[in-house]
């Protein structure tokens, strides 16, 4: 079993929809959880911790349920600039295990 | 600020060929990681280090072999690089991971190796 899944999507949503991917982790013992960006070529970057009191940044939302091992990142009101794959990071210790990533294309 | 740096950024090898990547980082960070970028497989961790002259396997360590003699170096080999090992190399680093407060890791712009 994978220790992070995601779905792979693509999701492709109108400028200034509401849009959430989701990503459970196997491992009940993990100790912090990440959503991470990437832009075609380019390498990964923090786009938010996740903390189990849930967090916002401007139109991003990240919860986390850790009894149900369950992750979630919700983006209001879509920009073009929101194109990209986001990953989902699990960290157990010493090791970071990322999902496969969700596609998100925003179409004008 | 430089951050990761990974040299080369792009890298056609033989089969049978011999290479070693290079990750430096200027953040004085602990810890240091590689990872391989494929289709559809996310990023896989290949492996790690958690101090200066210590590395421990990841998830897909075959055929690769690291280094670590100096905390901002972290150097990837391929003793005999197979078309398998075709892919986006990424480094990263990040400091000692605190129980419940994340550490985040940050990335190098990757190295794109095409063995043939």
């Known amino acids: 079993r994978k220790e992070v899944e995601q779905d792979p999507g693509p999701f492709n949503v109108p400028e200034g929809a509401t849009v959430a991917f989701n990503c459970t982790y196997s491992?009940?013992?993990?100790?912090?959880f990440f959503w991470y960006r990437q832009d075609c070529r380019k390498e990964p970057k923090l786009l938010m911790s996740?903390?189990?009191s849930g967090n916002e940044d401007g139109r991003f939302t990240a919860q986390l349920n850790r009894a149900s091992q369950y992750i979630s990142l919700l983006i209001r009101d879509s920009k073009l600039s929101d194109s990209a794959t986001y990953l989902c990071?699990?960290?157990?210790?010493?090791?970071?295990?990322f999902g496969t990533g969700t596609s998100l294309t925003v179409i004008p | 600020n430089a951050g990761v740096t990974q040299t080369p950024k792009f890298r056609v090898l033989k089969t049978g060929q011999s290479m070693t990547l290079l990750c430096a980082q200027d953040?004085?960070?602990?810890?240091m990681y590689w990872y391989r970028q494929d289709p559809g497989m996310g990023l896989r961790l290949i492996h790690y280090?958690?101090?200066?002259?210590?590395?421990a396997k990841g998830e897909v360590p075959d055929g690769y072999n690291v280094s670590r003699l100096k905390k901002q170096n972290f150097l990837l080999g391929l003793e005999s690089a197979a078309p398998s090992q075709t892919s986006v190399y990424f480094c990263?680093?990040?400091?000692?991971?605190?129980?419940?407060?994340?550490?985040?890791?940050?990335f190098g712009q990757g190295t794109r190796l095409t063995v043939v």
């Open positions: 491992n009940s013992a993990s100790q912090s």
């Open positions: 953040m004085n960070h602990e810890y």
């Open positions: 996740v903390y189990s």
């Open positions: 280090s958690v101090g200066e002259g210590t590395t």
């Open positions: 990263a680093s990040s400091k000692p991971h605190l129980r419940w407060k994340g550490t985040e890791a940050f």
């Open positions: 990071v699990v960290n157990n210790g010493n090791q970071f295990y």
